[in-house]
């Protein structure tokens, strides 16, 4: 299948050279190697649909190469320098980069949103463990907040408070699936839940490994981050209301759905072990339903609520670019609101399938190094 842009693409079909043939191998990477993002990412609003690929394209091959360092330091070398050649409008002849220094000169994409979803994947690769909550936020705010910020900022959006909520709408999808996944990581010689918060329920992480069953102790921990999913997604929620009107239903959406996993892991029984919990598709029509219903009366809340630490200094990277922004006169890429032209349900596909998409991308990439180096 041809990939034909939509008359508002936002790349010129100029020449042969032109950042559109660019995006064109982009696409084409994604169709060979992400299917799922391929098909999502056709649902986007045409405005920031194409930034998203190229975006996405970058990323993928970024996990790549860390992965294939091992997390060593020459790898992130190699990135690092990478994105100074993008950001300094002088691209490595790459088709990602290029294709991603043309949406960072439209979109005046921050560089250190980049920069900490780059240290996520280096972290998964060294095969880093959380002792606390906070340290499970901190990697949830590199791999998931970040990629809630660059969207946001895609849209169009620079308020700190929209910012922050979307980061942590980030984060609270995280720990969603490191609750939901506890069997699937286990697996793979991998365990994301708060090591203090399982010792103190009596679980030794390590020992727990090597044989993962399910237990009393172990669901009051999952309970416990889920719990804290919850208390984000309530906040986040409050950062809809300052989105482009067409994108609200799905954010909401995708926010309603992705919460439901906790309550179905509740419903099943609490066994993640045993079994990877699935909304089923009767009940997301009814969550569908009422995100439209709520998005259309969502309304900015008198209280400013304090960005999550762990994801503080992403809204303070954004807060500091926009200013400069401002000062210099400088404007990106508009991200004004246009009619949404698909159904709800594609476009809160969409959130959901890339999300999914990341997982299954960080799940293939420890089970790789595990076949290759062991249970650690």
């Known amino acids: 299948m041809q990939f034909v842009p939509d008359s508002s693409v936002i790349f010129s079909f100029a020449d042969a050279n032109s950042p559109a043939q660019d995006l064109r191998s982009c696409v084409h990477l994604m169709r060979g190697g992400?299917?799922?993002?391929?098909?999502?990412?056709?649902?986007l609003p045409a405005r920031v649909r194409d930034a998203s690929i190229a975006l996405?394209?970058?990323?993928?091959?970024?996990?790549?190469?860390?992965?294939?360092?091992?997390?060593?330091?020459?790898s992130l070398a190699v990135l690092t320098e990478r994105l100074d050649a993008i950001y300094a409008g002088h691209p490595q002849d790459l088709v990602e980069?290029?294709?991603?220094?043309?949406?960072?000169?439209?979109?005046?994409?921050?560089?250190?949103?980049?920069?900490?979803?780059?240290?996520?994947f280096a972290w998964d690769a060294q095969d880093r463990r959380y002792n606390t909550l906070e340290e499970v936020q901190a990697y949830a705010a590199r791999v998931a907040g970040s990629v809630g910020a660059m969207m946001c900022w895609l849209m169009g959006v620079r308020s700190p408070e929209a910012l922050a909520r979307a980061c942590e709408l980030g984060v609270a999808m995280q720990l969603t699936n490191i609750a939901r996944d506890v069997g699937a990581d286990a697996r793979i010689a991998r365990v994301y839940l708060p090591g203090d918060w399982l010792r103190q329920a009596g679980i030794e992480p390590m020992a727990w490994l090597k044989n993962p069953e399910c237990s009393p102790a172990l669901q009051s921990?999952?309970?416990?981050?889920?719990?804290?999913?919850?208390?984000?997604?309530?906040?986040?929620s409050q950062g809809i209301a300052a989105l482009p009107a067409d994108c609200r239903p799905a954010i909401m959406?995708?926010?309603?759905?992705?919460?439901e996993i906790g309550?179905?892991?509740?419903?099943?029984?609490?066994?993640?072990?045993?079994?990877?919990?699935?909304?089923?598709?009767?009940?997301?029509a009814w969550l569908l339903a009422r995100a439209c219903v709520q998005a259309r009366w969502v309304?900015?809340?008198?209280?400013q609520l304090p960005s999550l630490p762990a994801t503080a200094y992403l809204v303070a990277h954004c807060a500091h670019a926009a200013g400069q922004l401002s000062a210099s006169g400088a404007r990106s890429a508009p991200g004004a609101a246009t009619p949404a032209k698909r159904p709800l349900a594609q476009r809160a596909g969409w959130m959901i399938d890339l999300f999914e998409r990341q997982e299954q991308l960080r799940r293939g990439r420890d089970n790789r190094n595990w076949m290759s180096n062991g249970v650690r």
């Not at 921990?221 to 208390?231: G, T």
């Not at 309550?263 to 997301?284: F, H, N």
């Not at 309304?299 to 209280?303: A, K, N, T």
């Open 299 to 303: 309304r900015p809340q008198p209280q």
């Open 253 to 259: 959406a995708a926010r309603l759905i992705y919460a």
């Open 97 to 120: 980069d290029r294709a991603l220094a043309a949406v960072v000169q439209m979109h005046q994409l921050p560089r250190p949103l980049l920069d900490a979803l780059l240290e996520g």
């Open 56 to 74: 996405y394209a970058f990323c993928r091959v970024a996990d790549d190469l860390v992965d294939e360092g091992d997390g060593s330091t020459d």
């Open 263 to 284: 309550q179905q892991l509740r419903r099943e029984g609490m066994d993640p072990v045993a079994r990877r919990a699935v909304v089923a598709g009767s009940r997301k």
């Open 34 to 43: 992400s299917k799922t993002f391929f098909a999502a990412s056709r649902l």
């Open 221 to 236: 921990v999952v309970e416990r981050l889920l719990q804290e999913a919850d208390r984000l997604y309530q906040q986040a």
